[in-house]
């Protein structure tokens, strides 16, 4: 092996090889379990899970996995991990990915990493990290979460004998097309007075984030025209998740996304204020099933409701 793991939970160097990282946990941290690979191949992450897959870093040579609990950890998961990625970067390691929860790709990321098993390593799907680094031909994967009474902490080592670069998919870096809406544009307003509610499909939201990406769309102009047509008329816009998380942070995202919406609306659109309010409901409401990546993507949305009957 290059390394292994020595005691006070540093990563310590073998006699005449190049010096590892030095990783210092929080006081009171114990491994909870470790495993070591010798002439393995491992996919490293290194882009979120975006229509049922993920970039990867093809590596082989030795691995080795260590777990570690945080007892009585009432950090969040940021806390936890900003420490770590100081250190990691003052060793000499370039970060070739980062992400949090959502960003990541949520339940679907979390179980595509090959991690050690619960309980040793616990993780919170609605509440998690990753980052990924290269030092030469030393890798490092490394994920943090919490529960209500700890924080647990995952490092993959990496020393490839041989590394095949990752051929990210470029589709990646672009926005993803969103489904289409179930009802177009011109008919928005027959759909608002015959089902009370109306899907805006065709709107963009970076993932895990409340903000609405730039652009024209269609069932935002549509809706204004149809609210400035009936003053009388009043429209709840409701956020919806999927299932991955927990319930109080997917609401309060959704009510976030209602809020982005309908401030759209207003400042740019000419709607009065008094016409639209903002609410969240999560993953209380889904449209699909939560089993497929296809019935997540439907359900995470923001719906137009009719919340009052024009006359």
Not at 28 to 44: D, H, M
Not at 205 to 234: K, M, N
Request: proline share 7%; glycine share 8%.
């Amino acid at each position: 092996m290059r390394r292994f793991f020595c005691a006070a939970f540093l990563l310590c160097p073998l006699p005449g090889l190049a010096e590892p990282p030095v990783l210092t946990l929080p006081p009171g941290a114990t491994v909870s379990a470790e495993r070591t690979q010798a002439a393995t191949s491992y996919g490293l992450p290194i882009g979120p899970w975006r229509n049922d897959t993920m970039a990867r870093n093809m590596l082989e040579g030795t691995r080795a996995d260590t777990a570690w609990r945080l007892r009585g950890n009432q950090e969040t998961s940021l806390q936890i991990l900003a420490p770590l990625r100081a250190q990691i970067v003052g060793a000499g390691y370039i970060l070739i990915y980062q992400c949090e929860t959502e960003t990541c790709g949520g339940f679907d990321f979390r179980y595509a990493l090959d991690l050690l098993p619960e309980p040793e390593m616990h993780v919170d799907l609605g509440d998690f990290r990753y980052l990924a680094a290269q030092n030469g031909q030393d890798w490092i994967a490394l994920t943090v979460s919490r529960s209500s009474e700890s924080g647990f902490v995952h490092l993959t080592t990496m020393t490839a004998e041989d590394a095949t670069p990752a051929q990210p998919d470029n589709d990646l870096a672009r926005p993803q097309p969103r489904p289409e809406p179930d009802h177009p544009a011109g008919d928005l307003a027959k759909a608002l007075e015959q089902t009370g509610k109306v899907a805006l499909d065709d709107l963009v939201f970076a993932s895990g984030a409340s903000q609405l990406a730039e652009g024209d769309f269609a069932t935002l102009s549509a809706l204004a025209d149809y609210l400035a047509t009936r003053p009388e008329a009043r429209i709840a816009l409701v956020g919806h998740t999927d299932n991955s998380g927990a319930l109080a942070a997917n609401v309060a995202l959704s009510r976030d996304r209602a809020a982005a919406v309908r401030k759209r609306l207003i400042e740019r659109l000419g709607v009065p204020a008094g016409q639209l309010t903002a609410e969240g409901a999560g993953w209380l409401s889904p449209r699909a099933s939560n089993l497929t990546p296809e019935g997540r993507e439907k359900n995470r949305r923001v719906e137009a409701v009719l919340a009052s009957t024009p006359r």
